[in-house]
């Protein structure tokens, strides 16, 4: 049996496909080449002569109309299939694709990798909707929203960002999608080393607002598999992005993912504390001197005042070196708040840093990278669900 079937005469693309299947995923692929759909599902399995796959793929070169009247049909009739379909539609035409039954948007020059997380997310959707809704316990179904956050900046916050996404992402691949809201100066995209073709401008637009799968035609697939949605290449763009709009993009995400990082600018600006507000957890990063320190002070208490602090806290001490003449005992009595996690120096994060490759990704054996783990963790379900004890423990450095 074909678990995947493209429909589509366009040679190249059929060969990309097969190799993104090949190299790691379950099952194989059928195609049918003709530009001219099948009627309906009876059609379709008669030229399989096989029942329902799981991911049918509308292929290149099949014209627009006719991948729409074919979504529809097999919307009302097999709307538990996963409909992807393949094209460089523009972003106003979305919405009716969606509205036809299409589940996911794939651009014809995509690689095989971003080809293969597609599929695996497809092949997890159609999974789901045939094992029937299942709502998990904590946060009433909602994915958990992460803020990496920081007064200061210098400390290592888009690091922590990353390697937390990445992290997160071999828990439960194409579940996790990380968010660059520092609008101005962020550098997700360079610490993933991604070039995205769209970022968070694309994604705040009334079309992307109003429907998700418009939104998720703006994310940028990661090889280690999770969704990027990086800041807008010029610093003047972040003028016209209110906190309003970044207040429904981060409800919108937590609806579709499991969980939602975000990347913060240094201090605490409008469109940092909107995103805090929709947080479930905060991740409270401040390097180990004493600016830093009463910078991280000052913010918590600022926040106190508001009363806009998200339960699950984590603070973390980035950069820890015993040789800084301050120890954790000294940080906690600065901050008025227990340390979480202590991160050590590590110049394979600086590296890694450098390369665009998170240090999670390549499993290095590092001090950081065992507290880095330990960070993610924090967020895995099995951890939160058989912990009874508090969140918040001494660490030593």
């Known amino acids: 049996m074909s678990r995947f079937v493209l429909l589509s005469p366009n040679g190249e693309f059929d060969q990309k496909l097969r190799a993104a299947v090949s190299n790691g995923l379950r099952g194989s692929v059928q195609t049918i080449a003709s530009d001219i759909l099948p009627a309906g599902p009876q059609e379709l399995f008669a030229l399989l002569n096989q029942e329902q796959p799981e991911v049918l793929i509308i292929g290149p070169d099949v014209p627009y109309e006719e991948a729409l009247r074919f979504a529809k049909v097999f919307d009302v009739q097999l709307p538990g299939l996963s409909?992807?379909?393949?094209?460089?539609?523009?972003?106003?035409?979305?919405?009716?694709?969606?509205?036809?039954?299409?589940?996911?948007?794939?651009?014809?020059?995509?690689?095989?990798?971003?080809?293969?997380?597609?599929?695996?997310?497809?092949?997890?959707?159609?999974?789901?909707?045939?094992?029937?809704?299942?709502?998990?316990?904590?946060?009433?179904?909602?994915?958990?929203?992460?803020?990496?956050?920081?007064?200061?900046?210098?400390?290592?916050?888009?690091?922590?960002?990353?390697?937390?996404?990445?992290?997160?992402?071999?828990?439960?691949?194409?579940?996790?999608?990380?968010?660059?809201?520092?609008l101005q100066f962020g550098d997700v995209a360079s610490g993933l080393y991604l070039n995205p073709e769209h970022t968070v401008t694309d994604a705040v637009t009334p079309a992307a607002a109003q429907d998700s799968l418009v939104l998720k035609a703006f994310l940028t697939v990661h090889p280690a598999g999770i969704y990027a949605l990086c800041a807008p290449p010029n610093p003047v763009d972040a003028d016209h992005i209110t906190p309003e709009q970044v207040s429904r993009l981060i409800e919108q995400l937590a609806q579709e993912f499991q969980y939602v990082v975000i990347d913060t600018a240094p201090g605490m600006p409008e469109i940092g504390l909107a995103a805090m507000e929709q947080c479930t957890d905060v991740v409270w990063v401040s390097a180990m001197d004493v600016p830093s320190l009463r910078g991280l002070r000052s913010g918590?208490?600022?926040?106190?005042?508001?009363?806009?602090?998200?339960?699950?806290?984590?603070?973390?001490?980035?950069?820890?070196?015993?040789?800084?003449?301050?120890?954790?005992?000294?940080?906690?009595?600065?901050?008025?708040?227990?340390?979480?996690?202590?991160?050590?120096?590590?110049?394979?994060?600086?590296?890694?840093?450098?390369?665009?490759?998170?240090?999670?990704?390549?499993?290095?054996?590092?001090?950081?990278?065992?507290?880095?783990?330990?960070?993610?963790?924090?967020?895995?379900?099995?951890?939160?669900?058989?912990?009874?004890?508090?969140?918040?423990?001494?660490?030593?450095?």
């Open 83 to 182: 409909l992807v379909l393949v094209s460089d539609v523009e972003p106003d035409f979305l919405l009716y694709a969606m509205r036809a039954g299409i589940r996911d948007i794939l651009s014809p020059h995509a690689d095989a990798a971003e080809i293969r997380v597609l599929l695996e997310r497809a092949c997890q959707s159609f999974a789901t909707r045939h094992r029937g809704p299942e709502t998990p316990a904590e946060n009433n179904g909602r994915g958990l929203v992460i803020g990496v956050f920081s007064p200061k900046g210098g400390v290592g916050k888009t690091t922590l960002a990353t390697n937390i996404a990445i992290g997160l992402g071999q828990i439960a691949p194409m579940s996790v999608v990380i968010v660059d809201l520092d």
């Open 300 to 397: 918590l208490e600022v926040l106190r005042q508001l009363d806009i602090m998200p339960e699950s806290r984590h603070v973390v001490l980035n950069m820890a070196d015993a040789k800084a003449g301050l120890n954790v005992r000294d940080v906690e009595a600065t901050i008025g708040a227990p340390v979480d996690v202590s991160i050590p120096r590590s110049r394979a994060v600086a590296l890694s840093t450098n390369r665009g490759i998170p240090v999670l990704q390549e499993s290095k054996k590092d001090p950081a990278v065992k507290s880095l783990r330990q960070l993610v963790e924090r967020f895995n379900p099995a951890w939160r669900a058989q912990t009874q004890r508090k969140l918040h423990r001494r660490v030593v450095i």
